[in-house]
């Protein structure tokens, strides 16, 4: 392929026209150093996963101890409130990220993505090492709001992990980005679970007396804190992937348009996109995407509640490190699924068909867990981990799929826009999410007796039911796979 500037004479049949090339601007820069070369940019990718990871340890690393924490700091004038309370202060980052997602991306579509991503990393040292050492209840709800509000990472870095890579390489960056969230939404609450309340599960490392005795949940926190700084130095080395030409950003170069013109974006449809909201394709998977994250969020908040829950609940009476070594192995074991198994079946079958059937097997396999409280010991310890584990191999398939549909549904220059809608619909979501489990628990842990079904196989039956809804959003008329994105 030659590398002269694209305004010369058409490209022979098999070749690309390779961009203009303007001195000075990052994205000209990295995309012909994608153009140029086949392979894997694992650097980059590298870089990318590490950066996702940290940012999103917080997010729900505080779930297997807020019971705890919410009882310590004395809101709560009953046991059966606990969970009410507890939602609430789940719900406050999701909640005040709603209000950030789309500004956060209308930055990274004008000032680049590193400096977002750079931003978002620093907010989480900061308040996330606040949130750690909160005295009160408030504190604790205005801390995790404020980490929300700043921390912007995740529309941006969707949107870089495809303009990083060549076009067949696309579907492993957004996997990576996925998996690194999917295995941060395990390992941080592993986090929370192992570290929090040091003063009572060591009491030969840490003194009561200590800052970890008098804060006993800082420790988990300032871990996250400790990591995500390492994060941020990795940053430096991030190449920039947004076109400045003469300080303004540019339209996406042939090389952009031809890819999304692979991905049925053509013609009229491509000038439809411009206005986002009329984008079917691209609206229609963020609905579905924020239908799964309802589902997951509510899920992650009633399983951490519930398993430390009192067997006179019908919980699991299991303690936080209980719960934190469940989420361990399930963090674990999605690493290795998306490294080692998910690359073979987008092989064989594509990224986007695996999504029906993940969330046919994650609806069975969740009728099954208020039965668990029937079991003890090691059959309960073995079946809570395998449950676990395929649960959120399940989510991180769901989640790969509808990110790949939505950052093929849009051009270079919209994707951080378009991103940054998606995060404001899915933190929507996700606030209403712990908040409605919260109380929903709260309301099941009180009517164990006296209906149809006892309160716990009717909390998890509300969660199953929000998955079966986007279950059906996949089918026509509301959403209709494109013969590209079959094979995709």
């Given at each position: 392929?030659?590398?002269?500037?694209?305004?010369?004479?058409?490209?022979?049949?098999?070749?690309?026209?390779?961009?203009?090339?303007?001195?000075?601007?990052?994205?000209?820069?990295?995309?012909?150093?994608?153009?140029?070369?086949?392979?894997?940019?694992?650097?980059?990718?590298?870089?990318?996963?590490?950066?996702?990871?940290?940012?999103?340890?917080?997010?729900?690393?505080?779930?297997?101890?807020?019971y705890f924490m919410i009882r310590d700091l004395k809101i709560a004038k009953q046991e059966q409130d606990i969970g009410f309370y507890?939602?609430?202060?789940?719900?406050?980052?999701?909640?005040?990220?709603?209000?950030?997602?789309?500004?956060?991306?209308?930055?990274?579509?004008?000032?680049?993505r590193k400096p977002c991503i750079l931003i978002s990393i620093l907010s989480v040292i900061v308040f996330n090492t606040l949130f750690g050492l909160s005295t009160s209840y408030w504190m604790a709800i205005?801390?995790?709001?404020?980490?929300?509000?700043?921390?912007?990472?995740?529309?941006?870095?969707?949107?870089?992990?495809?303009?990083?890579?060549?076009?067949?390489?696309?579907?492993?960056?957004?996997?990576?980005?996925?998996?690194?969230?999917?295995?941060?939404?395990?390992?941080?609450?592993?986090?929370?679970?192992?570290?929090?309340?040091?003063?009572?599960?060591?009491?030969?490392?840490?003194?009561?007396?200590?800052?970890?005795?008098?804060?006993?949940?800082?420790?988990?926190?300032?871990?996250?804190?400790i990591l995500a700084a390492g994060s941020c130095i990795a940053c430096i080395w991030l190449p920039e992937t947004l076109h400045f030409h003469d300080d303004e950003k540019v339209e996406a170069t042939d090389e952009l348009k031809a890819q999304v013109a692979d991905s049925n974006l053509q013609g009229g449809k491509a000038q439809e996109s411009k206005n986002l909201l009329k984008n079917w394709q691209l609206m229609s998977a963020v609905i579905i995407y924020c239908i799964f994250c309802l589902h997951d969020t509510a899920y992650l908040e009633t399983f951490s509640l519930w398993a430390v829950s009192s067997?006179?609940?019908?919980?699991?009476?299991?303690?936080?490190?209980?719960?934190?070594?469940?989420?361990?192995?399930s963090g674990v074991s999605v690493l290795v699924y998306q490294l080692a198994v998910y690359p073979?079946?987008?092989?064989?079958?594509?990224?986007?068909?695996?999504?029906?059937?993940?969330?046919?097997?994650?609806?069975?396999?969740?009728?099954a867990y208020p039965f668990m409280a029937n079991l003890h010991e090691t059959e309960l310890k073995i079946l809570i981990n395998v449950a676990s584990l395929l649960k959120n191999v399940f989510s991180a398939t769901i989640t790969t799929a509808c990110n790949i549909i939505q950052n093929t549904a849009v051009t270079q220059d919209q994707r951080g826009v378009a991103n940054g809608i998606s995060v404001t619909f899915m933190s929507l979501f996700k606030g209403v999410a712990p908040a409605a489990a919260g109380i929903l628990f709260s309301w099941a842990e009180k009517h164990m007796t006296g209906l149809f079904l006892p309160g716990d196989q009717i909390l998890f039956l509300m969660i199953n039911m929000v998955s079966f809804v986007g279950l059906l959003l996949t089918f026509k008329p509301f959403f209709s796979m494109s013969s590209s994105l079959r094979r995709s």
């Open positions: 392929m030659d590398g002269g500037v694209g305004e010369e004479a058409p490209p022979a049949a098999g070749e690309r026209e390779a961009p203009p090339w303007h001195e000075g601007c990052p994205g000209c820069r990295q995309e012909r150093k994608v153009l140029a070369s086949d392979r894997i940019p694992y650097r980059e990718f590298v870089y990318i996963w590490i950066s996702c990871l940290c940012s999103t340890l917080p997010v729900q690393s505080l779930f297997p101890y807020l507890a939602g609430f202060v789940g719900a406050s980052y999701f909640l005040a990220r709603t209000l950030s997602s789309v500004p956060w991306g209308i930055f990274a579509d004008k000032y680049g205005v801390t995790r709001g404020l980490l929300g509000l700043l921390c912007g990472i995740l529309g941006p870095i969707k949107a870089y992990a495809t303009e990083v890579c060549r076009k067949e390489h696309q579907a492993l960056g957004i996997s990576l980005v996925t998996s690194s969230r999917a295995i941060a939404l395990v390992i941080g609450p592993a986090i929370g679970g192992f570290l929090a309340q040091p003063a009572e599960k060591y009491p030969n490392l840490f003194s009561k007396k200590s800052i970890f005795g008098r804060f006993p949940y800082f420790l988990p926190s300032f871990v996250i804190s067997r006179k609940f019908r919980g699991l009476s299991l303690t936080s490190q209980d719960v934190g070594i469940v989420l361990a192995v073979f079946v987008v092989k064989y079958f594509g990224a986007i068909r695996p999504l029906r059937p993940a969330a046919v097997l994650s609806i069975i396999l969740l009728a």
